[in-house]
């Protein structure tokens, strides 16, 4: 049975930082593409970051480049979203998605359409 599972989330002040899980279970981890989403109240899911399935080359949004990192441990199965720097406009839900790697190997898309598995997500909360 294909799961993941997101951790990490909680409530920060401006400036704080946050280090997203995203555990998976049913497949291997290092077969699939992983994107990163979030989503505030009242707006559409927008993709945060992306990493692809062979060689690790990962994007960003704009509006979290250079605060934000993603990564993956193959080994465990996890893949990870380091916030720094975080601002309110960061508050939002969280969730982690994979595609087969066959999809993306060399190049990742922050397209919510483009994935196949989703998390049930964690909340981030980014107040004074």
């Known amino acids: 049975q294909v799961q993941l599972v997101e951790s990490g989330g909680g409530s920060v002040q401006p400036g704080g930082s946050l280090k997203l899980s995203c555990t998976v279970s049913g497949f291997a981890l290092e077969d699939y593409a992983i994107g990163w989403f979030r989503q505030a109240p009242g707006k559409e899911r927008e993709g945060v970051s992306c990493?692809?399935?062979?060689?690790?080359?990962?994007d960003y949004a704009d509006s979290v480049k250079g605060r934000f990192a993603i990564s993956r441990e193959n080994a465990k199965n996890t893949a990870y979203l380091q916030m720094n720097n975080l601002n309110p406009g960061d508050t939002a839900t969280y969730y982690c998605?994979?595609?087969?790697?066959?999809?993306?190997?060399?190049?990742?898309?922050?397209?919510?359409?483009?994935?196949?598995?989703w998390g049930q997500g964690t909340q981030v909360t980014v107040s004074s």
């Open positions: 998605a994979v595609i087969g790697a066959e999809y993306f190997p060399n190049y990742c898309s922050r397209g919510r359409g483009d994935y196949l598995y």
């Open positions: 990493i692809s399935g062979t060689v690790d080359i990962a």
